[in-house]
């Protein structure tokens, strides 16, 4: 493992700068846009943080950048670490519903992070200065507009300073800004590539269309590939979900060994690939297939193993993982070369045990979990119970964490860092799960457990039951939560329907209704909800806290009227 000895990143591309290896960045139609080796993408960066710097922005001011994966976005987050300046990676539109529900969450964002400047590209330019509009920003627009690089001193980078925010998911919550140190992200880093985790080094290249928003795609993709020196091909996220083949096909290309993606993305090449022709493809050298960035399904996970298994991929190349924003990126990683290990527990003494064991009778219901690795070198896990005591092996509890990638707090928000994180450094992760042969399994969100007839219910189990055995419903066509009533607690299932004959919607509200009912016990109210109209984070996950709100305020077909929040 070749990892930079540097304490910033600055420091770090000054490093890799001399190596023969870089970035190649795609366009949208999956074509080589720029090819950016280290040492231009230093120079580069370090005249354009003379610019930053001449546009009257001065060390410590935080820059809102319009997260594209583009040659732009690269440049402008080191320039940010050359010039002392706070990158703040934010989303792009596609996820959030159009303009302005886009321009309302970046204006939000601009005002949680104090940005004294925002860029985009310039196809967002005008929409960014409309977001900041009355903010009193320095600058918001695209990069043209900065002005020509004079003879700028740049300030000496600190070890122990602001590297960027990153903000939170927001899967239960508006998202807050992560502040990630320089020592923070050095240490998430040196866990993720050393020895006890992907061992990576000169020779590896990655391939990703991950993005640059989240903490995946940027810590675990480009930090982790600058601070290794390594050559990576990026590929921006639309061009994915474009054409998603153009994946696995630079992979193939260029031999790459490390490549990261929620199960969703796999379950979707898998997929157009039993229509397609694989037969040109080469992943032999795939060595890291991560998985994370949401909960890991198995069954999808295995068609893709046996789908391209032809072409030489190995199914012990999968890499599960467990991390998050407030960790800078993971606590747990799988060793390399194990492959996905999964375990299988008996639903109901989960559900009213909160005990994880194997089903002791046939016919039992149970439920397949991944296991998601081994705590990363200098860090510490707990699962607890609610009076705090810590949990044995196979006992489901909340999930606390501790070591040196963790954050220190939420920028600007003392009380919400009072939230989770103690005096002594312990983070309540907001997670469940328990431990099985040493390593962490996840069961879900604390905040989205449904408590009913007492049953801890996981809400993604009859998502994805739904999901799965009725044709008419995809992936992410189906949040599930529960709601406070004047009697007891209602399930309420939202299920997307692209259906118009009435008959045939009745229908399908029914075959869900009774699907739920005959495999998980519980009676569900289905509520139809128009396509695509469920709410996601900015990250492409679901967000069952606002569908719940959205629900309660009558936004869905059959809103509640007697029902409380």
Not at 24 to 35: D, H, I, K, Q, T
Not at 328 to 349: F, K, M, N, Y
Not at 397 to 411: C, D, H, N, V, W
Request: include cysteine; hydrophobic fraction near 45%; charged fraction near 20%.
């Amino acid at each position: 493992m070749l990892i930079a000895a540097q304490p910033t990143i600055a420091e770090a591309l000054d490093y890799a700068g001399d190596m023969p290896t870089g970035i190649n960045v795609y366009s949208l139609r999956g074509e080589l846009a720029e090819v950016l080796d280290y040492g231009r993408l230093r120079d580069e960066a370090r005249a354009m943080a003379g610019r930053l710097l001449g546009a009257g922005l001065e060390p410590g001011d935080r820059v809102a950048l319009a997260a594209e994966s583009d040659a732009d976005f690269l440049r402008a987050f080191f320039a940010c670490q050359y010039a002392g300046l706070v990158p703040a990676p934010l989303p792009l539109p596609s996820l959030l519903g159009g303009k302005e529900p886009y321009l309302a969450h970046v204006r939000r964002m601009l005002q949680a992070s104090g940005a004294r400047a925002a860029f985009a590209p310039q196809s967002l330019a005008e929409w960014y200065a409309d977001a900041a509009d009355g903010l009193g920003l320095a600058y918001a627009g695209g990069y043209g507009a900065l002005p020509q690089a004079t003879e700028t001193q740049l300030p000496t980078p600190d070890p122990e300073g602001l590297c960027y925010l990153q903000f939170s998911s927001g899967s239960t919550r508006f998202p807050l800004g992560v502040a990630v140190t320089q020592a923070a992200l050095n240490a998430n880093v040196s866990g993720i590539a050393g020895p006890h985790g992907l061992n990576l080094g000169l020779t590896d290249r990655g391939v990703s269309w991950l993005p640059l928003y989240h903490d995946m795609g940027l810590v675990g993709v480009l930090m982790t590939t600058v601070l290794c020196q390594g050559s990576l091909d990026l590929l921006p996220t639309g061009a994915f979900v474009r054409r998603p083949g153009v994946w696995l096909d630079l992979i193939s290309k260029h031999r790459a060994s490390v490549s990261y993606a929620p199960t969703f993305g796999y379950d979707l090449v898998a997929k157009r690939a039993l229509a397609g022709k694989v037969s040109d493809l080469d992943l032999s050298t795939w060595r890291v297939a991560g998985l994370g960035g949401d909960m890991i399904r198995p069954e999808p996970l295995r068609a893709f193993a046996e789908a391209f298994a032809p072409v030489g991929f190995d199914p012990g190349a999968f890499n599960a993982s467990y991390g998050m924003a407030e960790a800078t990126l993971a606590l747990t990683l799988t060793p390399v070369g194990e492959g996905l290990r999964t375990d299988h527990t008996d639903i109901d003494r989960l559900e009213r045990e909160g005990l994880a064991i194997k089903p002791s009778k046939r016919g039992a219901r149970d439920r397949e979990f991944a296991l998601c690795g081994r705590v990363l070198p200098d860090h510490v896990i707990e699962v607890r119970d609610a009076a705090g005591h810590v949990l044995p092996e196979r006992r489901v509890g909340r999930i606390f964490a501790r070591g040196p990638s963790l954050m220190k707090t939420y920028f600007g928000e003392p009380e919400e860092t009072a939230k989770v994180l103690s005096a002594d450094g312990w983070l309540d992760t907001g997670d469940l799960g328990y431990f099985v042969d040493g390593q962490i399994v996840i069961t879900g969100r604390a905040k989205d457990l449904i408590i009913v007839n007492g049953r801890n219910v996981w809400p993604q189990d009859l998502e994805w039951t739904a999901e799965k055995e009725i044709a008419a419903l995809r992936q992410g066509d189906v949040a599930v939560f529960s709601i406070t009533g004047e009697l007891e607690e209602t399930v309420i299932a939202l299920v997307q329907c692209r259906l118009s004959d009435p008959a045939a919607r009745e229908a399908l509200r029914d075959e869900v209704a009774k699907l739920l009912r005959v495999r998980h016990g519980l009676d569900v109210q289905v509520v139809l909800a128009p396509p695509r109209s469920l709410p996601e984070t900015s990250s492409g996950k679901l967000s069952r806290s606002r569908a719940r709100a959205l629900y309660l305020e009558g936004a869905f077909e059959e809103a509640p009227v007697s029902l409380t929040a």
